[in-house]
């Protein structure tokens, strides 16, 4: 199953939910069957190590060529 970082249209603040269920986002909204993602909503953390080490890559290769 995927990973739900984006939060759920249920999901209120830490063991609150609209639903009455626990709550806790990294526990029970991985598994609530009622998900649904804020519409225009991004993840908490968003991971860009990949991204910087290819971009630091590539500028990189440029200095070696002439």
């Known amino acids: 199953m995927k990973e739900r970082l984006i939060a759920c ?3 209120r603040c830490e ?3 609209d639903l009455g269920r626990e ?3 990294y526990h029970q909204c991985q598994i609530c069957k009622s998900y649904k993602p804020i519409k225009g909503g991004k ?3 968003v991971d ?3 991204n910087k080490r290819d971009k630091l890559d590539k500028r990189e290769m440029r ?3 002439y």
């Open 9 to 11: 249209i249920h999901y």
């Open 15 to 17: 063991n609150s939910c």
């Open 23 to 25: 709550g806790t986002f």
């Open 43 to 45: 993840p908490a953390k």
């Open 63 to 65: 200095k070696g060529e």
């Open 48 to 50: 860009n190590r990949r």
